[in-house]
């Protein structure tokens, strides 16, 4: 696994969620180099070096990777910085597994929707934004360029639509937005590994989101692994996936498509052609043994993801396995107090936690209602289902916290026994 010692990687974007792919790439024996706009960014923490660099920013890229001869280029967990890689990695001549036209299609939500169609994989139903006698509310008021529910907002009715607008545009570089159907129905997760143009669906799992903060986006509480709707999703949108993928020539990487189930019909609303922040690869790690993160740093360096065998070692069904990801979200307020966690490395059903939020820091009021409001996922891996139900209940009793008034700051997590249909007995094995 030595085999890159010295190479010099750089990798755009320093969320938190980068962290892990950054530690992985140290590692392997790789210097990282991680440069984002915002100096504090904590996977700047754990690089080999660390610059202010915006991702955006392809001419300051290109010079920050010729003044460090850099190996290769990486975008981490960020969609918004998916075309600045791109664009980076073909100026430089350095391996990238997106090219300019999957850029274009799954950059913006505009025109992912419009590629999808083609293919019949159906996008939620749209209003003319322009036509606001034959809006009907509930809606969903999305920018375009942005992800982690950022910028995005619900509206009942006219004065919370025109206020959903501008938050929209206020967080969109392309100053666009689209206007949805607000959706009350099952939310799901379609995540594919691709490698030398073999395409893999890697998870297919039930995704489950607050109902607390009314207006907001619909911020995920966790998953459950597999989907409950797994069989009927193969049998229905998988096939026209896999075609949209082959006819705009993804060859490489991995992808998740975030959708919705009614009444026998998926409806796509989102995609990350990316690791992704929730990041069910530490699940197909812990139940196949190979790392995603280990694929991608390998293509960046050499243009191949190695010689796994997807069609061996990959199985959306998980083995036999139940998984699940587990979210704790917090409000408004300085954290003062965090208990529960402590012990956590001795649980063999966790597999990983990857906190974001720590005792001291203050969760602010633009964070409520998308992903920055996270402290922590947990990923669980069981042999049953009753063990998953049972280690999922654990933990959302267990965890507190509180602020510096001793308030609670956790928001409800979601309905186990509803998620994993223990109170149907044919679905309860």
Not at 35 to 52: F, I, M, N, Q, V
Not at 228 to 254: P, S, T
Not at 270 to 298: S, V, Y
Not at 408 to 425: H, I, Q, R, S, Y
Request: net charge negative; proline share 3%; aromatic share 10%.
């Amino acid at each position: 696994m030595r085999e890159f010692e010295g190479k010099k990687l750089l990798i755009l974007g320093g969320n938190p969620e980068t962290t892990p792919l950054v530690e992985t790439a140290n590692n392997m024996g790789i210097k990282t180099i991680v440069t984002s706009g915002r100096h504090e960014d904590p996977a700047k923490l754990a690089a080999y070096k660390a610059y202010d660099v915006d991702g955006l920013d392809v001419p300051g890229l290109v010079e920050l990777a010729r003044a460090e001869q850099v190996d290769g280029v990486l975008v981490g967990v960020a969609d918004i910085l998916v075309p600045a890689y791109c664009e980076v990695c073909n100026i430089l001549n350095l391996p990238c597994y997106a090219t300019q036209k999957i850029v274009n299609v799954f950059a913006f939500k505009d025109a992912f929707k419009e590629a999808c169609e083609r293919y019949g994989v159906h996008g939620i139903p749209e209003f003319n934004p322009d036509d606001l006698e034959n809006i009907k509310f509930p809606v969903m008021i999305k920018p375009v360029d942005n992800g982690g529910g950022v910028g995005m907002t619900v509206a009942n009715n006219l004065d919370e639509y025109k206020r959903g607008v501008e938050i929209a545009l206020a967080n969109s570089h392309k100053k666009k937005f689209i206007v949805e159907r607000y959706m009350r129905c099952d939310d799901m997760g379609m995540y594919y590994t691709f490698k030398d143009g073999y395409c893999s669906a890697s998870c297919i799992y039930d995704r489950y989101t607050t109902s607390e903060q009314p207006g907001l986006s619909r911020v995920c509480l966790g998953g459950t692994y597999p989907s409950k709707h797994i069989d009927e999703y193969f049998n229905k949108m998988h096939d026209n996936a896999l075609r949209l993928f082959k006819d705009i020539g993804i060859k490489n990487g991995v992808l998740m498509l975030s959708g919705f189930y009614e009444n026998g019909e998926f409806y796509v609303y989102d995609t990350g052609f990316r690791l992704q922040g929730e990041a069910p690869h530490l699940l197909m790690k812990a139940i196949h043994g190979f790392d995603q993160r280990e694929m991608l740093i390998r293509f960046a360096l050499t243009g191949s993801e190695g010689d796994i065998n997807l069609e061996l070692e990959d199985d959306a069904r998980l083995r036999g396995k139940w998984a699940a990801t587990l979210w704790f979200l917090l409000k408004q307020g300085k954290i003062a107090k965090i208990s529960g966690l402590d012990n956590i490395d001795k649980d063999a059903r966790v597999i990983a936690n990857i906190q974001r939020l720590h005792q001291g820091d203050y969760v602010r009021p633009e964070w409520i209602g998308n992903e920055k409001q996270v402290l922590t996922r947990m990923y669980l891996v069981c042999d049953s289902k009753l063990e998953l139900a049972a280690a999922l209940k654990y933990y959302m009793q267990t965890v507190k916290v509180l602020d510096d008034q001793g308030r609670d700051m956790l928001l409800k997590g979601f309905d186990v026994d509803k998620a994993l249909e223990l109170n149907n007995p044919a679905a309860s094995k």
